[in-house]
T-cell receptor, first 109, second 114 residues
Framework: RKEVEQDPGPFNVPEGATVAFNCTYS??????FFWYRQDCRKEPKLLMS???SGNEDGRFTAQLNRASQYISLLIRDSKLSDSATYLC??????????FGAGTRLTVKP | DADVTQTPRNRITKTGKRIMLECSQT?????MYWYRQDPGLGLQLIYY???????NKGEISDGYSVSRQAQAKFSLSLESAIPNQTALYFC?????????????FGPGTRLTVL
């Protein structure tokens, strides 16, 4: 079983749609959580950290459920520019970040 | 100018050849990492270094070695390249603040081993 699992998609949604991605992780000792965004043939970049109480950054909302070892990312009012692959990242300890394989999103006009 | 640079950006080589990938950063970060990315597998950590005298193996270090020549430079070597090392390689950096912090990635090196 992979340490971080994501639905690979692709998710194809129209502009303005709301879309949600899920991620599960296997290590209950995981300490911190992130969503990264990766555009085609580019490097990953931090989208947002994920806090236990849930957090929001504009159209993006991240949630964490430690009991179920589950992380989610919600994107409201999707834009064409949101098309990318979204990577779920879990930090096992200070040294060790584990990346999911990513969920691919395409937003269409 | 990019904060994390990688050279070369693309490389095609043959089985058995020695290859070095180089990474430089101007962010002043102490921590540096090497990852490889394969389709459907996500990024996997090869090696990481917390300072010039500190080198640690990651998930998939076999077949690779690294050198931290200075705080700003971290190179990855494939002593004898094999086809299953064909992948996209990323260097990353982070600062030494307590707890997990954002990692900043270079643009990647696309390596093909024939």
């Amino acid at each position: 079983r992979k340490e971080v699992e994501q639905d690979p998609g692709p998710f194809n949604v129209p502009e303005g749609a709301t879309v949600a991605f899920n991620c599960t992780y296997s290590n209950s000792a995981s300490q911190s959580f992130f969503w990264y965004r990766q555009d085609c043939r580019k490097e990953p970049k931090l989208l947002m950290s994920v806090y236990s109480s849930g957090n929001e950054d504009g159209r993006f909302t991240a949630q964490l459920n430690r009991a179920s070892q589950y992380i989610s990312l919600l994107i409201r009012d999707s834009k064409l520019s949101d098309s990318a692959t979204y990577l779920c990242v879990v930090n096992i300890n200070n040294n060790d970040m584990r990346f999911g394989a990513g969920t691919r999103l395409t937003v269409k006009p | 100018d990019a904060d994390v640079t990688q050279t070369p950006r693309n490389r095609i080589t043959k089985t058995g050849k020695r290859i070095m990938l180089e990474c430089s950063q101007t962010k002043g970060h102490d921590r540096m990492y090497w990852y490889r990315q394969d389709p459907g597998l996500g990024l996997q950590l090869i090696y990481y270094s917390f300072d010039v005298k500190d080198i640690n193996k990651g998930e998939i270090s076999d077949g690779y070695s690294v050198s931290r020549q200075a705080q700003a430079k971290f190179s990855l070597s494939l002593e004898s390249a094999i086809p299953n090392q064909t992948a996209l390689y990323f260097c990353a950096t982070s600062d030494r603040s307590g707890g997990a912090r954002e990692q900043f990635f270079g643009p990647g090196t696309r390596l093909t081993v024939l």
